[in-house]
C-alpha cells in the first residue's frame, strides 16, 4: 500500500506539475491509488489509501461513495486531496469519517483551476485531484465521498 501511495503521487506530479508544488505546502495528503467505480443506475466506489506528512505514512483510511442515476459500466482512478491547514488535518484525524463537502472546504482541481494556481493563491482548506482514470464511465466526482481511518 505505501509503495502504491507513492507510485500514484510521482504519476500525479508528472500529469499535474502544480500538484507537486502544492504538496510543498501541504501539512499532508491523502492518497488513494486505487479506486473502483461500478454502476448499473445504483453505483459506488471504494478504495483504500493513506495519510501521509511528507514521505511518512501515518494512517490508512478508506473512501466509499454512492451513487444513482443513469450510469453503467466500471472504471479505476486514483485521486488525492493536499490538506492544507492544520485545522483539515485536525478535522480528517478526530472525525469519525470525512464526508467531503461538509467540514473543511475541498477544490477539485480541474485543468482550469490548475493553470492558474499558485503557492500565493491558496486559500482554500484542501485540493483534490482525480487521476489515472481507465474505464467506461464519466464523471468522476468526490463530492459526498466519506474517507474513514482503518484501524489496524
Known sequence: ?????????QTLYRVQPVA??????????????????AGLVFGGSYG????????????????VSG???????????AYAVFLMSDNAVKYLEESKGWELGV?????????????NLS??????????????????MAGITIEGTKISLIER
Open 1 to 9: 500500500m505505501n509503495q502504491d501511495c507513492r507510485q500514484a503521487l
Open 20 to 37: 507537486e508544488i502544492l504538496s510543498r505546502k501541504a501539512k499532508a495528503v491523502l492518497v488513494f491509488p486505487n479506486m473502483l467505480k
Open 48 to 63: 483504500e489509501g493513506a495519510l501521509m506528512k511528507g514521505s511518512t505514512v501515518v494512517d490508512y483510511y478508506n473512501s
Open 67 to 77: 451513487s444513482w442515476g443513469l450510469q453503467i459500466g466500471a472504471q479505476t482512478y
Open 103 to 115: 467540514g473543511p472546504t475541498v477544490v477539485l482541481v480541474d485543468e482550469g483551476i490548475a493553470k
Open 119 to 136: 503557492t500565493t493563491s491558496l486559500k482554500d482548506d484542501a485540493y483534490a485531484f482525480i487521476f489515472s482514470q481507465q474505464g467506461l
